[in-house]
């Protein structure tokens, strides 16, 4: 048998290839749907799950990043995700409550992508829901440690818009927050953290109320290397003047 021939013979029959490809495009989106509902399981509005790197970018404030900052973060994000959701710590500020939003759920379900869980908490709901606990609690299985178990283990948290006076000095939650940080960063789990206020010399946090962890990302006014091995910086610009 010709050489020809015999590569005839080994050719796939095109109902087999075609029954491949349309396995394929039904996994593909199994998994798309797949991450599209752990963004929405997350707190991500769906409005929010589609962020491409075009409209990230433009949510960076070239002032503070630099035009060739601004391309090598935003190519960090979404060409190197493995790289990434090895980053423990990303710290935003800026510009408005929505576009801090807008910047945090886009790295959030960029790093879901990557086959990992999330969860989206406002800054005072979950430092209320840290002070509210008390030993009555255990009667009805809500107990604070188990709570602060779980925010542990998401693969990807966000705290959005901190702010200082959320902590209260004879209050306990500065001190969780930071067991449940050090936990997290211990394993690799990334937190990002919205910054209300700017992060500026002259309102990083002096004390620890608020716990280490958030009053040493407080002193992120400008970084030499970003990201470093711990820390990605994000300053986003206000839409209304984008």
Sequence with gaps: MSNEA???DKKEDPREAERK???????????????????LNAGIPERYLRIGPDQFKSLLLESYHGKDEIDSITDF?????????????????????????????????RIITCDKFGKFYDCRSLVHK???????GVLHG????????????????CISEFTPNTFKEKLEGGDFIDEILDERYNNLNTTIVTFQDPISVNNALTDITCGTYLKEMSH???MAKNPSEDVLRIRVRSSENA
């Design 142 to 157: 809500e107990r604070r440690t188990d709570f602060a178990d779980i925010i542990k283990e998401y693969n990807v948290l």
């Design 130 to 136: 840290l002070n509210a606990f008390d030993a009555r």
């Design 220 to 222: 992120n006014v400008k």
């Design 77 to 109: 994000i979404y060409k190197k995700p493995l790289d990434l959701v090895k980053i423990p710590l990303i710290v935003i500020d800026g510009g408005k409550m929505k576009d801090r939003k807008l910047a945090a759920f886009a790295i959030m379900f």
């Design 21 to 39: 490809e349309a396995y394929r495009k039904s996994m593909l989106c199994a998994h798309i749907n797949a991450y599209i509902q752990r963004g």
């Design 6 to 8: 015999e590569n005839k």
